[in-house]
């Protein structure tokens, strides 16, 4: 049996149901400031990636590192910024699963 990655932690406004994976307090679309949690699931594709080389400060000594453009969710996805562990070498379209958020960032590996 393989291991299925975490949940992936999106919220959804409570009103008009948009999906968002980074917090949010006031939704976009409707203008409500309530949400209720959504977990998705946590497998998902890289719709870009780049490379850090020049971090801010917070993340100095850290460099270079991954950072990719993920739709995570399954069925219902929704797109977010995240890193990408062991520097993979990853592109377009390929599968990533969550891993976990450590200090607001999410980080997916390799699926
Ligand atoms: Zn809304």
């Not at 949690?37 to 000594?61: C, F, K, N």
């Amino acid at each position: 049996m393989s291991e299925s990655p975490p949940r992936f932690p999106a919220t959804r406004c409570a009103d008009c149901g948009l999906l968002y994976g980074h917090e949010a307090y006031i939704c976009r679309e409707c203008g409500s400031e309530t949400f209720a949690e959504a977990p998705l699931d946590g497998t998902g594709t890289v719709y870009a990636r780049t490379t850090i080389r020049v971090p801010g400060s917070d993340q100095q000594g850290e460099e270079p590192f991954e950072v990719a453009v993920v739709d995570v969710g399954g069925e219902e996805t929704v797109r977010v910024t995240a890193r990408l562990e062991e520097n993979p070498e990853l592109g377009p379209d390929d599968p990533v699963e969550f891993v976990d958020r450590r200090d607001g960032v999410f980080y997916f590996r390799a699926a």
